[in-house]
């Protein structure tokens, strides 16, 4: 039982930095999580037991398995094993948790060309390309970047990415909500 009771003196501590780090606050918390404040304030200073009740809308809200808020004992390898998805014959391997924020991917798509299919939702998107061509339709836009080159867009204007060949393309893209904008600055020629 004692090794059960110091497992769980450390959940307190372990929660409160992981919202500092990410930035939340208890009533934002609460509000995604349906705990009361108070109830949030008593776990992370540990005078509140936390329960699977209480830690599975947490780990859910903060993205992260429910192992990382009650220290399981860490393995040997360190490397992070992210879940890739598969849809539409493209593989996306998502490379950041950050609920609410901008979220990072890999995408992997196999060569071959398809047509268009333009597609609207609430958002912004950053693509950078590296390595093949990436075609991008961007209402009546058409454009096509290189290994290097980087767009960005309102996911709310009608769009859509694909191969712009036969072979393979690599891209990072950064999703973010409607509003953020990033800003690159460049050397002039």
Known sequence: ??????????????????RKQRGATLAGLSEATGISVSTLSRLESGSR???????????????VPLDEL?????TSDLRVHGKPITRDGMTIIPLSRNPGGVQAFKHIMPGGR????????EGYEWL???????R??????????RA?????????????????D?????????FGPQGERIHVRTKSR
């Open 128 to 134: 950078y390309v590296l390595s093949g061509r990436l």
């Open 114 to 121: 398809t047509e268009p299919e333009l597609r609207t939702h």
């Open 1 to 18: 039982m004692d090794e059960f009771d110091e497992v769980l003196t450390t959940v307190g501590p372990r929660l409160r930095a992981l």
């Open 49 to 63: 037991k936390p329960s699977l009740e209480l830690l599975l809308p947490l780990a859910r809200a903060h993205q």
């Open 166 to 174: 036969s072979r393979p393309v690599e891209f990072l893209s950064l």
């Open 148 to 164: 290097g080159e980087a767009a960005e867009f309102d996911t709310r204007n009608p769009h859509w990415f694909g191969n712009a």
């Open 136 to 145: 991008i339709v961007l209402g009546q836009q058409d454009t096509v970047l």
């Open 70 to 74: 009650v220290g399981a004992p860490c």
